[in-house]
């Protein structure tokens, strides 16, 4: 009878429903709100980019006495409606020296990409109406190229005069680092189309072992 008892309370204890956004176990301790819609990613971070970039707010406590590395390359944002899979954005990739604005002249819709010396975004500089946008650093064709005569353009964006948008994103970020105490910031990520809060996860893949933060309700 006991053993009984026993195996319906682990059975009970594994179908423990945690709040959306939050996890923890010996290691590491979650509470994160994500935002993914235009208004409130603006609310955050000063620019919408279109409606490109989802922003995910956490809190992060370290467990077990142990300090705990704390780095951006741990986490990343996925869809569970399209397979979208997104790493953690480095602000200067959405409005830095690694965004990159590309242009066009001709007909019909087509985009030619160039080689990216800067890194694997382009577009994201707030006011030009670029989008970041991930691409082959050997360059290729975006949409319906064929019979378009394209000019491309493609200029860093230290011509420019730093984005304001891009000291916001660094004062915002998530720190990185060791620590023994609970930490407090803003992830970024890409996020292209119309999201639902339960369609998001944000995943882990660190020092405090491998788990998926649920955004479902």
Known sequence: MRRFILVCSLIALAQVKRPPGTFENDRIAIESVAYFDKVSVKQKIGSDF?????????TISPRGGEALDVEREDWTLFSNKDAQKAPAYHPSQLAGQGALLLTQRGAGGGVMAQPNPNGPVIGGVPGT??????????????????QVVVENKVEEAGDYKENPVLKTLREKELPFGKTLKPVKGLLYFSLDGKHKQKDLELWYRGPAGKFVVSYKP
Not at 53 to 58: L, R
């Open 50 to 58: 279109d409606g490109s970039v989802a922003v995910v707010e956490i």
């Open 129 to 146: 109406g670029g989008r970041p946008r991930q691409i082959n650093d050997g360059g290729g064709g975006f949409g319906n190229s064929r």
